[in-house]
T-cell receptor, first 117, second 111 residues
Framework: DTEVTQTPKHLVMGMTNKKSLKCEQH?????MYWYKQKAKKPPELMFV???????INESVPSRFSPECPNSSLLNLHLHALQPEDSALYLC????????????????FGEGSRLTVL | AQSVSQHNHHVILSEAASLELGCNYS??????LFWYVQYPGQHLQLLLK??????LVKGIKGFEAEFIKSKFSFNLRKPSVQWSDTAEYFC?????????FGKGTMLLVSP
């Protein structure tokens, strides 16, 4: 069982909707990540938060808005998405012993499967 | 910048056959290497990892990988595959703050 919890597991939304994906970890990790994975493709990095501050934004469109309310939570706010944004969105965390990021070892959640109609 | 190359996009094997999936990386710093597996419809799971020390790493479910620094390789092996090993396999290289994945290899094991 993964120690990174993502909700919801499935989400269907229209192009005018506003929704949010949520991620939670209680491993004391100080870095959290959003990845996007299309079918039969590798995960692609979207955002990295380190000590609750956005440290990497991989040129993601503004219709995706990340938020890190505290060290355990990571949200991804969705607005005005397009059908091509349909994918599996993976949250991950890393970083132990007080370091913001660890040695590249990420712990993944099960993902939120998003369908945009 | 770090990058990962996986040699085969699709591999088809019969049960009990031996498996070797190729992975080559490029990275200028201290390298941390990983193999992840994704079973159909499921999330990513860590198979094994290499940080330092013994270059032959053993993971879960009978998998192992060998880090060969001179060849920039980290190939995944299993002596005898099972039907349940059918999955997508991703090699990844870890830098300071990010994990970069290869394109993946889809393994299909026929019973």
């Amino acid at each position: 069982d993964t120690e990174v919890t993502q909700t919801p597991k499935h989400l269907v939304m229209g192009m005018t909707n506003k929704k949010s994906l949520k991620c939670e970890q209680h491993m004391g990790h100080r870095a959290m990540y959003w990845y996007k994975q299309k079918a039969k493709k590798p995960p692609e990095l979207m955002f990295v938060y380190s000590y609750e501050k956005l440290s990497i934004n991989e040129s993601v469109p503004s219709r995706f808005s990340p938020e890190c309310p505290n060290s355990s939570l990571l949200n991804l706010h969705l607005h005005a998405l397009q059908p091509e944004d349909s994918a599996l969105y993976l949250c991950a965390s890393s970083g132990t012993s007080g370091r913001a990021v660890g040695n590249g070892e990420l712990f993944f959640g099960e993902g939120s499967r998003l369908t945009v109609l | 910048a770090q990058s990962v190359s996986q040699h085969n996009h699709h591999v088809i094997l019969s049960e009990a056959a031996s498996l070797e999936l190729g992975c080559n990386y490029s990275y200028g710093g201290t390298v941390n290497l990983f193999w992840y597996v994704q079973y159909p419809g499921q999330h990513l799971q860590l198979l094994l990892k290499y940080f330092s020390g013994d270059p032959l790493v053993k993971g879960i479910k009978g998998f192992e990988a060998e880090f060969i620094k001179s060849k920039f390789s980290f190939n995944l092996r299993k002596p005898s595959v099972q039907w349940s090993d059918t999955a997508e396999y991703f090699c990844a290289v870890g830098g300071y703050s990010t994990l970069t994945f290869g394109k993946g290899t889809m393994l299909l094991v026929s019973p």
